[in-house]
């Protein structure tokens, strides 16, 4: 590990309320869970802080249930678990392929559906499935509860509304109606980081979200409009190429990430008609 340990310190919390008492009371504490962006961070020399909360004791926050209507899945849930939910399974199944493709094995243990959502990556693989689910982050601090519409959660590359005080607690997805696809294109199928995500839902409304061709992971409104109100998948394409701006970089180029995008689009059109 490339980034020195000694400086840094370490807390558990036992109970909720106690891990959102030592966030309000000690400002710049990082929370951890499955540590799997953390510890990458550090190996290649960065400090996302000195100051840690470890909240893998905290059980509530793992469970995957339902309440109403609502899939609602804890901010602990990892990978693994996700794929082993019936309830997951059953209504969300491009979730389940998504966490799939998350890193290997040794990930997908480790990592969790809270820890994706708190680093914010533009290519988060969970990212476009929460996107087109309309789901809820579910944000808790001192002073209660708040749910957060997922589409209006980031404010910007890995930046979000959630307060330094506040924890994701869950993520809450309603019913979604229609055919679910998921594709992630990258180096291999797993362990690489995306070079472009995209999720979509084809039902009475159509949804789609891509993530790696913007700074956060982005809705596509006009190319929905176009083929919710029976336009081709041409003309869909063409407002498409307005609604995303990727760049140039390690992983890819922004040309080559257009044409993805483009391609991902027409597939999903083709297979889900």
Do not use: H
């Not at 890193?103 to 499935?129: C, E, F, H, R, W």
């Not at 809705?219 to 307005?242: C, F, Q, W, Y």
């Amino acid at each position: 590990m490339r980034t020195a340990t000694a400086p840094f310190t370490l807390r558990r919390a036992r109970t909720l309320d106690a891990a959102l008492k030592i966030l309000r009371e000690e400002p710049g504490t990082v929370p951890i869970a499955g540590c799997t962006d953390v510890y990458v961070a550090l190996e290649f020399g960065g400090t996302p802080g000195t100051r840690y909360l470890d909240l893998t004791r905290l059980s509530a926050l793992k469970r995957i249930t339902t309440s109403g209507e609502k899939l609602v899945i804890g901010a602990l849930a990892t990978y693994t678990e996700l794929q082993k939910s019936r309830f997951v399974r059953a209504r969300l199944p491009m979730l389940v392929e998504a966490a799939r493709l998350v890193g290997g094995v040794q990930i997908q243990n480790m990592g969790t559906v809270g820890g994706n959502l708190a680093n914010g990556s533009p290519a988060g693989d969970t990212l476009p499935v929460f996107a087109v689910a309309d789901a809820q982050v579910v944000l808790a601090g001192l002073d209660g509860e708040r749910r957060v519409p997922f589409n209006a959660f980031y404010t910007g590359y890995r930046a979000s509304v959630r307060r330094p005080d506040e924890l994701i607690v869950a993520v809450e997805v309603p019913p979604l109606i229609g055919k679910q696809w998921f594709r992630k294109v990258g180096t291999r199928a797993a362990q690489a980081i995306s070079k472009v995500v995209f999720a979509g839902v084809r039902g009475l409304e159509t949804r789609l979200a891509l993530g790696s061709v913007a700074p956060t992971v982005v809705r596509l409104p006009a190319t929905e409009k176009v083929l919710n109100g029976g336009g081709g998948i041409e003309d869909a394409l063409s407002a498409l190429a307005g609604e995303i701006t990727p760049i140039d970089d390690l992983r890819s180029t922004a040309e080559y990430r257009r044409t993805v995008a483009a391609s991902l689009v027409r597939q999903f059109w083709s297979e889900t008609a």
